[in-house]
């Protein structure tokens, strides 16, 4: 099983972007799914995650109002609607999917490939 994140590109500060992250198959389907990124020189850290069912979320405090996560299990698919981009948030963004609900790197153990977000100022 795949997890697939796409949309990423160069944007301009105040801007929008959607990222997506697309399972080959249902295995997902009751899994919770998180985004984290990782910027140039720095760790990775957690963004946003969802519970298998989209009831309970969890943003970090520096994109709190300004990202959005949800998820369509129909699809396979999570999203990630990332509003009023600013320079920081430049960074390649991974999804990832874990058997239940957790804001730290370890606790995931599915990982896409990451899709890079470029915010210019």
């Known amino acids: 099983v795949q997890l697939q994140a796409s949309g990423g590109g160069l944007v301009q500060a105040g801007g929008s972007l959607r990222l997506s992250c697309a399972a080959s198959d249902g295995t997902f389907r009751r899994y919770a799914r998180a985004w984290f990124r990782e910027a140039p020189g720095k760790e990775r850290e957690f963004v946003v995650a969802i519970n298998w069912d989209g009831a309970t979320t969890n943003y970090a405090d520096s994109v709190k109002g300004r990202f959005t996560i949800s998820r369509d299990n129909a699809k396979n698919t999570v999203y990630l609607q990332m509003n009023s981009l600013k320079p920081e948030d430049t960074a390649v963004y991974y999804c990832?999917?874990?058997?239940?609900?957790?804001?730290?790197?370890?606790?995931?153990?599915?990982w896409g490939q990451g899709t890079l977000v470029t915010v210019s100022s």
């Open positions: 990832a999917a874990s058997a239940t609900l957790g804001y730290t790197i370890n606790w995931y153990d599915y």
